[in-house]
């Protein structure tokens, strides 16, 4: 039985026209309790170290208990 799941690769970033609107995915892992979604960042950090400026800044912010960088909305279902 599996108690939850990481899921880095789940994002559509061209997605379909569906009545109206534009939605980033087919299946609703966003609406799962057990379910935590991340932007895809599962590359090397050798090939594009830029890439992890950010992670690295959250890193230290949130040891501070500072703010951090690049936030989620979960209102706006993001």
Known sequence: TLAGAGIDVWYN???DLIDGKKYPYTLPFHTLDSVILSPHRGGSPL???DRYTD???NIKRFIRSEPLLNLINLDRGY
Do not use: G, L, T
Request: proline share 22%.
């Open 13 to 15: 970033y061209s997605p």
């Open 55 to 57: 992670v690295i800044e």
């Open 47 to 49: 090939a594009r170290p």
